[in-house]
């Protein structure tokens, strides 16, 4: 499915991060930004932005909530998937209200990786219905 779709990795642990690339370019994505803390998320979404954003939800400086709000108000159609280790009931709920678009629980699988992207980039579903 991928086309080549370009994709923002923000996570603030590099091996997380550089796992997620992999993936990312295994898959055919063009990863063209990567961000370690919220802040820096949405100055690089300004500067490239990219048709879909990766964001871990726990991050330095401004959480992963925070920023995809930053994001979606800077632009009502980005397309964010919000990913985490933490509680997922908490998780869903905040990632709908910041206005993301599905979610990767860590840890996560390649095959889960790629067939959450897909489904959000080719479906354009709310959250709710992302299976989350």
Request: hydrophobic share 45%; with cysteine; proline share 3%.
């Amino acid at each position: 499915m991928s086309d080549h779709i370009s994709v923002m990795v923000v996570d603030d642990h590099s091996g997380v991060r550089d796992v997620m690339c992999q993936i990312l370019e295994l898959g055919g994505y063009d990863v063209v930004a990567k961000a370690v803390n919220g802040v820096e998320a949405v100055e690089k979404y300004q500067r490239f932005r990219p048709e879909l954003t990766v964001m871990d939800f726990t991050l330095p400086r401004k959480n992963g909530f925070d920023a995809t709000r930053e994001i979606m108000a800077l632009d009502n159609k980005a397309k964010v998937i919000m990913c985490s280790s933490i509680d997922r009931e908490a998780l869903v709920a905040a990632a709908e209200e910041a206005g993301a678009c599905g979610i990767i629980f860590k840890p996560f699988r390649c095959n889960e990786v790629l067939e959450t992207i897909d489904s959000v980039m080719q479906a354009q579903l709310p959250l709710s219905y992302q299976g989350c």
